[in-house]
């Protein structure tokens, strides 16, 4: 019953479940294959997110994708949301199955002020692991090339570690796109050995 106030955004009847203990259901209702908070989220509903949460829903339930509230969050942009789950105590570097944090996922989706948000709360980047993808690769999977550019300019392109991470990043986790072809996108050569390592070539800003 939660999760379908929540889906609906009917606020007073959450208000009323709530009041009648219906708040952590023993498992998620089959029908939406979902959690009360997810439901909310998903259905742009930050007041019905805040409420669940100020009463105490249990906030680290993940689903089978091991995707958490904050992970759904970050992709919507429900910034109070955000803010509010991470106060809680939610990880902002919890990896779903695909290895993406919360940060990933906002970046994927173009979130800009969502991905300063989770950095400046201590969102790990992602950047000089070649075995897995980066804060700047998702940006650029997801057709975000002005976040990308920015968020090379904020971490210094001349670092040896962003470098591979675009060189070596496996084609499976790029949707079937090099890590070359990523670099290429930014204007960056990855077989000269005399491409720039200047970031402001590439039209980021500090």
Do not use: C
């Amino acid at each position: 019953m939660l999760v379908t106030a929540a889906h609906e955004g009917n606020l007073p009847a959450i208000k009323e479940l709530i009041k009648r203990g219906h708040l952590k259901p023993k498992s998620p209702n089959l029908f939406f294959k979902t959690h009360p908070l997810f439901a909310a989220i998903r259905a742009d509903e930050p007041e019905i997110a805040l409420e669940l949460l100020s009463a105490g829903i249990d906030f680290t339930w993940m689903d089978h994708g091991l995707v958490t509230a904050l992970h759904v969050a970050s992709e919507v942009e429900l910034d109070d949301v955000i803010i509010k789950l991470l106060e809680l105590g939610a990880n902002p570097n919890a990896r779903d199955d695909d290895i993406r944090s919360p940060l990933l996922w906002a970046a994927w989706a173009g979130r800009d002020e969502i991905v300063d948000l989770l950095i400046e709360r201590g969102a790990h980047s992602g950047l000089g692991n070649t075995r897995s993808p980066s804060v700047i690769t998702e940006a650029i999977r997801g057709g975000n090339l002005d976040l990308a550019r920015r968020l090379i300019t904020r971490y210094d392109l001349s670092s040896t570690a962003i470098v591979k991470s675009l060189q070596y990043m496996p084609i499976a986790w790029n949707g079937g796109i090099s890590g070359r072809t990523f670099a290429l996108n930014l204007g960056i050569d990855l077989d000269n050995d005399n491409y720039l390592f200047d970031a402001h070539a590439f039209g980021g800003e500090k």
